[in-house]
């Protein structure tokens, strides 16, 4: 039986193995020179075997060039006695041009009588697969490092068997480890430990041996220099074969995450002029200590004559005149106390356990504090005055809402009384403010929105002497429906919506509304539209990551959307205003500066400010067809928007002798718009779109 196994391993036999498991066999005769190529060989490289010949240098021939000179050294190496077999990795070339990589081994097989080498033998393998994976494999390692060295991640493992630790360069220059090796110390790390996270850090990294769970932990570090650093690990474990494991981690340096955060958490609760409490810490704070049962008293400051004090010093008086009020309100308030800036040029105060007689001494206090606020010096001859309105709180059943309303109501009460004084809220007194109806009529605004008791309506602007056709814009307007039926006018429920802190979630119902019903008509041209934007929503940081998503929801067109500031609103946040008319130009939305003229600072604005569109205040419009100064007005501000490219519109256009007179202006004047009165937005719309309609 085994002589027949024999005799079946013949020449067919062994070709048929070389053939199934892709070996090429070379046989070289150093004495004649003559080298044997395998068929499976030259088919390992595209080629028939009658098409090569068997010379001994063929090889070399067909060799990559950067590899010759390494494969004749290795085969040199054999032959001289300094290796004991052949072995290396080279590139031949493939028949269709493209290069093979192949590993080649093989030695000496014959020697003559003097021992010197006449005959060697070898097969070279196709290793191109596994060539290919290695070059993946490096690639995917160089983008791995790039990745750890971007993110600042250092590498560490810890082998328990020997209780050995490696850190690689980035985990010492982390720690502050100056050393030449990867090994360290094996207890190192728990030296730099902050004692306060010691034990929580050393059970994270406690990593359970025989799981590939990753743990996360973030702990401190105190530096041998006494630096304090926040850092983040991941932890596994890794098993070995014949080992007790591994423990791998990574590490990362967070202390500039962790500052960000916190400036991020800070920046969420305070306003960035003052550094007070802003509108919504405020409104928490409150509503914690009336839900606890602390007796309390809330101020409501509102600063009188600071419009007048921008209007002639400019924003950065204002700013500094803000500033100064705060760090004036904080002096006079005792420890247990929270101040807050509400927006624009109103304050709030939260005293807790406070009494009439405290109360009293503090409002006292802070109209001193108002009075003597820094103004600059070039308005040393002007100064501040504050109303102030006091309100307690001592039921647990009171809102937040209620609670400033009441203050509220007072400080209309102290304006009222002749300003500079302080007033405190009675049930029974009548201020003539409405501060409770106030906060009534801001609740009903949010259920308005709800409830679809808001209405849009729009006001169509036209080209004087032009149907609307020619311009086809309209400014958006909101009318609010009462629970009896009746129109509220914007004058009734915007001024309160900016001050209980909903005007920016209003704005953001009629953006939405407006854009989800008409981004149809806007996209086939029929029609753009402009939105009214208050201080609140001006100074909102996502506010255009709002836009932008409501635009990729409804299709509406960046080019066909227009916002108008106003520069009471940008009084309040001049920093704010800027960034967004810079937004919006990058968006190629149009920008209005609404009721320019009104302050002395409009033309600051106009110089920092690059709008598409001036609208003039409805002031200088209404009586100008009698007065001479607002006609000179007029022509100044039409002028100089003509020579800087904007568009004028011109607001409070109720009389035929006031169109006649802004026509003739604006035919010696250029391009001038003027207000119709407002109507329902979906009738215009309906105009808008009517095949072959030309709207006067």
């Known amino acids: 039986m085994a002589g027949q196994i024999k005799k079946s391993r013949n020449g067919t036999f062994w070709a048929e193995a070389l053939e199934r498991a892709h070996l090429g066999v070379w046989d070289w005769d150093i004495r004649t020179g003559d080298c ?143 050393a030449d090796s990867d090994e360290v110390a094996a207890d190192l790390w728990h030296s730099y430990l902050h004692p306060d996270d010691k034990d929580a850090a050393e059970d994270a990294h406690q990593a359970p041996v025989g799981t590939d769970g990753v743990t996360a932990s973030q702990y401190r570090i105190i530096k041998r220099d006494g630096e304090i650093r926040h850092v983040e690990s991941l932890v596994r474990f890794i098993a070995s074969a014949g080992s007790a494991g591994q423990i791998l981690g990574t590490v990362r340096d967070i202390t500039e995450e962790k500052l960000r955060a916190l400036e991020l958490a800070y920046a969420a609760r305070h306003d960035a002029l003052t550094g007070l409490w802003n509108r919504a810490a405020f409104d928490r704070l409150l509503g914690d200590h009336i839900a606890m049962g602390v007796p309390l008293a ?9 419009k007048a004090l921008n209007d002639f010093a400019g924003h950065a008086a204002g ?20 101040a807050a800036r509400l927006g624009g040029d109103e304050f709030a105060l939260l005293v807790p356990h406070c009494d009439t007689s405290q109360a009293e001494r503090i409002a006292v206090a802070v109209l001193g504090a108002v009075r003597e606020a820094d103004l600059g010096p070039a308005t040393s001859s002007r100064r501040l005055a504050a109303s102030i309105g006091i309100a307690f709180v001592d039921d647990g059943k009171t809102t937040v809402a209620d609670a400033l309303a009441c203050a509220d109501d007072a400080c209309y009460a102290a304006k009222a009384a002749g300003r500079n004084r302080f007033s405190v809220f009675s049930a029974n007194a009548k201020s003539g403010s409405g501060g409770l109806n106030a906060a009534r009529v801001a609740a009903d605004t949010v259920d308005a929105m709800e409830e679809g008791r808001l209405i849009l309506f729009g006001q169509e602007i036209h080209l004087l002497g032009k149907p609307w056709h020619d311009s086809r814009h309209v400014e958006v307007l909101a009318r609010l429906v009462a629970r009896n039926g009746r129109l509220v006018p914007p004058g009734e429920f915007i001024p309160v919506a900016e001050r209980f802190g909903i005007a920016s979630r209003l704005d953001r119902w009629i953006i939405r509304t407006a854009l989800a019903r008409h981004g149809a008509a806007m996209r086939s041209g029929a029609l753009t539209l402009g939105f009214n934007l208050s201080a609140q929503t001006l100074s909102d940081p996502q506010l255009w990551d709002f836009v932008d998503s409501v635009i990729d929801e409804t ?121 119709h009165k407002p109507e329902p937005l979906e009738a215009i719309v309906a105009r808008a779109t009517m095949p072959d309609r030309r709207s006067a």
């Not at 809330?298 to 600071?306: C, I, K, P, Q």
């Not at 968006?587 to 009721?595: A, E, G, N």
């Open 36 to 178: 044997f190529y395998s068929a499976t060989w030259a088919r390992m490289l595209g080629y028939d075997e009658s098409e090569l010949a068997n010379t001994s240098d063929l090889w070399l021939q067909l060799t990559h060039p950067d590899d010759r000179e390494r494969a004749q050294a290795s085969g040199d190496r054999h032959i001289a006695g300094q290796t004991e077999t052949i072995e290396t990795e080279l590139r031949l070339r493939h028949k269709d041009g493209h290069w093979v990589w192949v590993l080649d081994r093989g030695g000496i097989v014959e020697r003559d009588a003097s021992g010197k080498p006449v005959r060697l033998m070898g097969v070279q393998t196709d290793i191109s697969r596994q060539k290919a994976a290695e070059a993946e494999l490096a690639q995917v390692n160089v983008r791995f490092r790039l990745a750890l060295a971007a993110s600042g991640t250092g590498i560490w493992h810890h082998d328990i068997g020997v209780n050995k630790s490696y850190w690689d360069q980035r985990t010492r220059d982390i720690f502050g480890l100056v």
């Open 298 to 306: 809330v101020f409501y400051v509102d600063l009188d004559y600071f």
């Open 319 to 338: 700013d500094l005149a803000l500033r100064s009020v705060a760090a004036g309100i904080r002096g006079c308030l005792p420890p247990l106390a929270h």
């Open 555 to 675: 299709g509406a067109p960046h080019s066909g959307i227009g916002f108008e500031i106003t520069e009471t609103a940008a009084v309040t946040n001049f920093d704010a205003a800027e960034q967004f008319v810079r937004k919006a130009r990058e968006r190629k939305c149009r920008v209005s500066l609404d009721d320019f003229g009104a302050g002395m600072s409009s033309f600051e604005y106009l110089r920092r400010f690059p709008v598409d569109t001036i609208k003039i205040d409805g002031s200088f419009i209404q009586n100008i067809s009698e007065s001479r100064f607002d006609r000179e007005i007029v022509l100044a501000i039409t002028s100089i928007a003509r020579s800087l490219g904007c568009h004028v519109v011109g607001e409070k256009i109720e009389r035929q002798e006031t169109l006649i007179m802004l026509s003739e202006m604006g035919v010696a004047f250029g391009q001038g718009y003027l207000l």
